[in-house]
């Protein structure tokens, strides 16, 4: 999360609140604004630190996985907030996560392009990572057998052109919003959507997409979003089938939560 105070925010209404005592000593706060898939608290602990409570639908298996991918992201420059584990060292007792509250800025899209070296370091150093469980990436799993007919064919089309293009871990959400630059470096925050997927799904946050890049993001966003943002889903297939819509590139439309 970003600077000022983490207590300030104008959250959704009937945001779910965290509950008490799954880590002991820290205590909920306030909801937070942001959080497009997850409920989002602000939180304080016995010493006087924040903290950031989230929900989660991840497996405790699926985020073991991201152990591996935050020191890789750590040995290639970039900050991870390091999560909580509960005191019988669960990462998300009752369905909920705990990170440090991050002070600093949220980043620009200038700074995330000034982040490709370390992005192409990350990038390489996960490349073997196996798939997140339960979270397949589009690159190596098959489309949905339910989709209607003319979105199947209009997403295939999009998807084809990538065959071949590097595949691994990737954080799968990058953003303005989930790049901090804080006073000991930039930060990554939101690895929600991290899995094993094709490399310039990331890469497109650093520089401007092809448009056979920029199709291909906006269907696997569809993809993304078709179980946790119906609505958001319908709005990015209606680009996808109708040519005239799409006339900026998936990163510049992708929400900047």
Do not use: Y
Request: hydrophobic share 45%.
């Amino acid at each position: 999360m970003t600077t000022g105070t983490p207590h300030a925010a104008n959250p959704p209404p009937s945001a779910p609140r965290p509950p008490e005592g799954l880590w002991p000593g820290l205590v909920p706060i306030a909801p937070l604004a942001g959080g497009a898939r997850n409920a989002v608290w602000s939180a304080r602990d016995a010493d006087g630190r924040d903290w950031v409570v989230k929900s989660t639908g991840h497996s405790e298996a699926a985020l073991a996985w991201l152990v591996p991918l935050h020191a890789a992201a750590r040995a290639a420059g970039l900050r991870v907030p390091e999560p909580l584990r509960a005191s019988d060292g669960r990462r998300a007792p009752g369905g909920w996560c705990a990170e440090p509250f991050l002070v600093g800025r949220h980043g620009t899209p200038a700074d995330l392009a000034r982040l490709a070296p370390q992005l192409a370091a990350f990038h390489a150093a996960v490349r073997d990572l196996p798939a997140r469980p339960g979270l397949p990436g589009a690159a190596e799993a098959p489309l949905p057998a339910e989709l209607p007919s003319d979105l199947a064919a209009a997403l295939a089309t999009a998807l084809a052109p990538m065959a071949g293009a590097a595949v691994g871990a990737i954080h799968g959400d990058l953003n303005p919003g989930n790049l901090i630059l804080t006073p000991e470096g930039p930060a990554l925050i939101d690895w929600d959507e991290a899995r094993r997927d094709w490399h310039f799904l990331d890469q497109i946050a650093t520089r401007p997409a092809s448009d056979p890049e920029a199709r291909a993001a906006l269907a696997v966003e569809i993809l993304s979003c078709r179980g946790p943002e119906p609505a958001r889903a319908a709005e990015l297939t209606q680009r996808l089938l109708d040519p005239t819509l799409l006339q900026a590139s998936p990163a510049e439309r992708r929400r900047q939560d």
